[in-house]
């Protein structure tokens, strides 16, 4: 019984026990350069959700013209409504290139020698809660995007027309806006089933292979530590009640999620293997003893669209837990 105390209890303390406050931190000096450049990113992330969230589609328009070929009138309508439907998934496209490009100076930050990504985290508080901000801000769009199939119906029809079209001049505008090769990169992006995930993704993938120096553990320990952190701010009442808001712990429940999914897809071996530093039963049990209306979308993510969940080294239990 001794030894299984002293074993439990050194399990608890390798999870980094410390408060992050998601909402109140600012940054350093040493910080701040970094903190500008993402935040001039972050700043633009609210007003694109709500773009994508009022995101309507053509697909009236778009059936009318489908049934009715020989109408020029319909095809003109059509065509008419969805060039700034383009335009606008055209903008969240290149927000993702800015993300991308933002979360890469991030990593850097959080994982460069002498200090360990606990340490990191723990002392460039305004920085780990911009890399949350970007982890929130990533669930949400890919949310939103996945219940809307309008956007992939609107960019079909817009890229059959156009290739049908070419010598029209009344498309000589928007292929001013959007040429051929960007409207493959974007052909691709929307193609995911979450797209915005799969940037970070490549993101942090990219950054390992080109910091060939630096271990991987580095970059897959601040995803892990980030979890951690999160988990523990979820399950100690002390720090729960320092939240002042009811949204910053659905905030919370959404960063740990999003790094667990991110992890998942960087890591060798990812999040669901007994050999990871994610403690992938605690995650869930903790979601799962909140209101089921505020984690359900976040059970299906973790359901949906991790990458090793399926895999065969994942225990029955967890896949029982997910069920």
């Known amino acids: 019984m001794g030894n299984l105390l002293k074993v439990l209890t050194r399990e608890i303390e390798n999870y980094p026990h410390f408060f992050l406050d998601f909402e109140n931190a600012q940054p350093t000096d040493g910080e701040r350069e970094v903190w500008n450049q993402i935040n001039a990113v972050l700043q633009d992330s609210e007003s694109l959700l709500?773009?994508?969230?009022?995101?309507?589609?053509a697909g009236?328009?778009?059936r009318d013209a489908i049934q009715n070929p020989n109408d020029i009138q319909l095809q003109e309508k059509a065509w008419n409504s969805v060039c700034p439907l383009v335009?606008?998934?055209k903008q969240f496209y290149e927000f993702s290139l800015r993300l991308e490009k933002a979360l890469q100076n991030l990593l850097e930050s959080l994982t460069c020698p002498p200090y360990t990504p606990t340490q990191h985290l723990e002392r460039e508080q305004a920085l780990a809660k911009e890399f949350a901000e970007i982890l929130h801000f990533t669930?949400?769009?890919?949310?939103?995007?996945?219940?809307?199939?309008?956007i992939q119906n609107d960019f079909s029809y817009y890229r059959r027309t156009i290739n049908r079209n070419r010598i029209n001049n009344m498309h000589i505008d928007i292929e001013n806006?959007?040429?051929n090769e960007m409207a493959n990169r974007m052909s691709l992006f929307y193609a995911e089933a979450t797209p915005m995930l799969k940037t970070l993704s490549n993101a942090t993938t990219r950054f390992v292979s080109e910091n060939k120096t630096l271990p991987i553990e580095n970059t897959t320990d601040c995803l892990s530590t980030m979890a951690s952190v999160c988990k523990v701010m979820l399950e100690t009442p002390e720090y729960r009640s320092r939240f002042t808001s009811e949204k910053t712990l659905m905030f919370c429940m959404r960063v740990m999620v999003g790094v667990i999914i991110l992890y998942d897809h960087v890591h060798p071996v990812g999040a669901f293997s007994k050999t990871?530093?994610?403690d992938m039963k605690g995650y869930i049990k903790v979601l799962k003893e909140?209101?089921?209306d505020t984690v359900e979308g976040l059970?299906?993510?973790?359901?949906?669209t991790t990458k090793h969940l399926n895999d065969e080294s994942t225990s029955k239990q967890i896949r029982a837990m997910l069920q």
């Open 50 to 57: 709500a773009d994508l969230q009022a995101y309507k589609g």
């Open 60 to 62: 009236q328009e778009i």
């Open 87 to 89: 335009l606008r998934l």
């Open 139 to 150: 669930l949400r769009f890919d949310e939103l995007k996945m219940r809307n199939p309008a």
């Open 177 to 179: 806006e959007v040429n």
């Open 276 to 278: 990871s530093k994610i």
């Open 290 to 292: 909140q209101p089921p």
């Open 299 to 304: 059970l299906n993510a973790l359901r949906f």
